[in-house]
């Protein structure tokens, strides 16, 4: 059952975020866009489905599970690249972080926020989280 919840939610989710960056907005607003997608779908399931979902993935070592969250990582991480390369050309990202760094940050920030009790507080920042990420990727205006 977790596999058919998780495989649908990962599927929806995933050609959402398609449709947000084929509509070409402006750097701040796709990624901002992207964070309340997934806030959105977040909403749409039970709060204690989803932690006892993380609490699984998280514990158990399945491998089709595993195959299902490699391929969403690696379809998100190719839509990161698409967002960073477009937020580098509007000047709204510092060249001074490499693609590799900037996928470690989301990857980092992802995983963190999947831990049930960071998930269960963050939820109600997510504007203020993506407001935040945006100005650190930023260019130092000063130098």
Same mark, same amino acid.
């Given at each position: 059952m977790?596999?058919?919840?998780?495989?649908?939610?990962?599927?929806?989710?995933?050609?959402?975020?398609?449709?947000?960056?084929?509509?070409?907005?402006?750097?701040?607003?796709?990624?901002?866009?992207?964070?309340?997608?997934k806030?959105?779908?977040?909403?749409?399931?039970?709060?204690?489905?989803?932690?006892? /979902?993380m $609490?699984?993935?998280?514990?158990?070592?399945?491998?089709?599970?595993? =195959?299902? !969250?490699?391929k969403? &990582?690696? +379809?998100?991480?190719?839509?990161?690249?698409?967002?960073?390369?477009?937020?580098?050309?509007?000047?709204?990202?510092?060249?001074?972080?490499?693609?590799?760094?900037?996928?470690?940050?989301?990857?980092?920030?992802?995983?963190?926020?999947?831990?049930?009790? /960071?998930? $269960?507080?963050?939820?109600?920042?997510?504007?203020?989280?993506?407001? =935040?990420? !945006?100005?650190?990727? &930023?260019? +130092?205006?000063?130098?």
């Amino acid at each position: 059952m977790f596999h058919e919840v998780y495989k649908d939610f990962i599927e929806t989710l995933s050609i959402t975020a398609k449709q947000i960056m084929d509509k070409d907005l402006p750097f701040e607003e796709t990624l901002l866009a992207m964070s309340q997608n997934k806030i959105h779908f977040l909403h749409q399931i039970n709060n204690q489905f989803y932690l006892d /979902i993380m $609490e699984h993935l998280t514990k158990k070592d399945d491998d089709g599970l595993s =195959l299902m !969250i490699n391929k969403f &990582a690696e +379809n998100s991480y190719g839509m990161l690249l698409d967002l960073f390369h477009r937020g580098r050309k509007e000047g709204k990202v510092d060249l001074k972080y490499s693609d590799e760094f900037l996928l470690l940050y989301f990857q980092a920030i992802v995983e963190g926020i999947s831990n049930p009790k /960071i998930y $269960e507080r963050i939820v109600p920042y997510t504007e203020e989280w993506t407001e =935040l990420l !945006i100005k650190g990727l &930023a260019p +130092n205006k000063s130098e």
